[in-house]
């Protein structure tokens, strides 16, 4: 049997999302709670397509933060903001498209200061014994997988064989994982 990577040989942590993937998947998961008071983080915002799409959608309601390694707020390291301490729950919602190659330790802190995480990645990654475990201890579940189409090539967004998804874990959810196609 052949040894499968979870990432590219060659990875890049730096893969902006296209723009009308970030819409797709805050729409997806935004628009059914639109009428409620919620914050929403998202610490990998690189172009901002996250935070575009996500204020295209804002309710008056909503708190949304934003900010990127590459200005200097290392979302593992922490920060002395506010936003950023390490209050449980202090997020309901974290909508990012993280670095792959650093998936467990941003969902280990995403699940320390967040309801309800999404994370676009390729939907392998969220089945590591691991991930599984990690997940379990603290309290998530994993609620939704939506499938999405690989952007093209064009966009530099890697191609692979993997399936990409956003995935979805939410604080105390016990029941089925509801697997839908965004394709």
Known sequence: ??????????????????????????????????????????????????VNA???????????????IKDGVDFLEGHPDSFLRDTLYAWDWIITNPPWSKIRPFLDRSMAIADNVVFLMTVNHAFTK????GVAAAGFGLKEILLLDTPKKETGW???????????WQRGYVGPVTIGSGQ
């Open 158 to 168: 890697p191609q692979m064989g993997f399936q990409l998804g956003a995935v979805h």
């Open 54 to 68: 996500i204020r295209r959608r804002l309710c008056a309601c909503w708190r949304l933060a934003a900010f990127d």
């Open 130 to 133: 691991a991930r599984i475990r």
């Open 1 to 50: 049997m052949r040894y499968q990577p979870t990432q590219a040989r060659k990875g890049n942590d730096d893969v902006q999302t296209p723009p009308e993937l970030a819409e797709q998947v805050a729409f997806h998961f935004l628009w059914p709670i639109m009428a409620q008071r919620i914050d929403i983080l998202e610490p990998c915002q690189g172009d901002g397509n996250f």
